[in-house]
């Protein structure tokens, strides 16, 4: 399996960012792709996962109300849409893939990873 983290970039806050993780490998259904972030000096936390079959998606706190996670089964590709974009958003953002029916919020349940986009929010 293989991931490709795109659209990362440089942007004022307020304003608008699509991340893409593209997957390649094999044919995927009940595997979970999620999106972490990690800030210089920080931890690596939790921002969102959605199921390829799109279940309902799941939101960790820095994405509740200003991002959208949402997938596309014929491209094999997860989407991260940020919105109203804050500088505390500035970090790397990773794509991973997990086989584990719960726990989509710990990095340690992913099996696979890509290789981080950069974002970076200015005031």
């Known amino acids: 399996v293989q991931l490709q983290a795109s659209g990362g970039g440089s942007v004022q806050a307020g304003n608008s960012l699509r991340l893409s993780c593209a997957a390649s490998?094999?044919?995927?259904?009940?595997?979970?792709v999620g999106w972490f972030r990690q800030a210089p000096g920080k931890e690596r936390e939790f921002v969102a996962a959605?199921?390829?079959?799109?279940?309902?998606?799941y939101y960790g706190d820095p994405a509740k109300g200003r991002f959208t996670i949402a997938v596309n089964n014929a491209k094999a590709t997860v989407y991260l849409h940020m919105n109203k974009l804050k500088p505390e958003d500035t970090a790397v953002y990773y794509c991973?893939?997990?086989?584990?029916?719960?726990?989509?919020?710990?990095?340690?349940?992913?099996?696979?990873w890509g290789q981080g986009t950069q974002v970076t929010v200015s005031s």
């Open positions: 959605i199921r390829w079959r799109s279940d309902s998606p």
């Open positions: 490998g094999r044919t995927f259904s009940d595997e979970a």
């Open positions: 991973a893939m997990s086989s584990s029916d719960s726990g989509l919020g710990s990095r340690d349940n992913y099996n696979y």
